[in-house]
């Protein structure tokens, strides 16, 4: 079985501030690991994902987040957040053979203060 | 916008209405998803289709009743539904299944109350 966990249900940030979402993950093999974003009245929207290579992948809007096997981590992060980054964001894993399930996290609402 | 549809953006109904959801994708993707999204809940996987063909139903009640007529729609017909299947329902693609690194493509989702 494959599992998503985001401990923190809501992250504050000083916009200009960096800022960490944290995901971890368990599967069996190798992950292929997806970070989403859901603005208000909005379905999810794609923001990276890692398949393999470079542990730190870059995406949209100037996220990046970095892979790392031993800690079976894959956090979200940004060098200084924007008040329009507020939104609700989903980790999501699928394993290698794993069948069609794409499994999501529970999803962690990041809140940017002006 | 990501090129995925969804009819109606709301929609309230009663416990013995029919009513159906529909999802249009104009990316040329051949397959596509219906999720469940609760408040405090994860997002439920409910059903996938390839081509047409369902591939996944994940224990979804029969009052829950999905169609594929071409690779570019997609239905969700309801059925005596209960006030707990009041969530947002979100209708995805993808490019190929069996493609595990391709992104899924969401719409915008229908907000569903059942009263």
């Known amino acids: 079985a494959q599992s998503v966990a985001q401990p923190e249900d809501q992250v504050n940030v000083a916009e200009g501030n960096p800022l960490t979402v944290k995901c971890t993950y368990s599967?069996?093999?190798?992950?292929?690991l997806f970070w989403y974003v859901q603005y208000p009245n909005r379905g999810l929207q794609f923001l990276l994902k890692?398949?393999?290579?470079?542990?730190l992948v870059k995406g949209s809007y100037g996220f990046e987040a970095e892979f790392n096997k031993s800690q079976t981590s894959f956090h979200l992060k940004k060098p200084s957040a924007l008040v329009s980054d507020s939104a609700l964001y989903f980790c999501?894993?699928?394993?290698?053979?794993?069948?069609?399930?794409?499994?999501f996290g529970g999803g962690t609402r990041l809140m940017v203060k002006p | 916008e990501t090129g995925v549809t969804q009819t109606p953006r709301h929609l309230v109904m009663g416990m013995t209405n029919k009513k159906s959801l529909k999802c249009e994708q104009h990316l040329g993707h051949n397959a596509m998803y219906w999720y469940k999204q609760s408040a405090k809940k994860p997002l439920e996987l409910m059903f996938v289709?390839?081509?047409?063909?369902?591939?996944e139903n994940n224990s979804v009640p029969s009052r829950f009743s999905p169609e594929c007529p071409n690779s570019s729609h997609l239905f969700l017909h309801l059925h005596t539904l209960q006030p707990e299947d009041s969530a947002l329902y979100l209708c995805a693609s993808s490019l190929k299944l069996g493609d595990w690194d391709n992104e899924q493509f969401f719409g915008p989702g229908t907000r569903l109350t059942v009263l």
């Open positions: 999501a894993v699928r394993a290698h053979n794993a069948g069609n399930m794409l499994t």
């Open positions: 890692y398949i393999t290579g470079d542990n």
């Open positions: 289709y390839s081509l047409e063909e369902r591939v």
């Open positions: 599967v069996s093999g190798n992950p292929y």
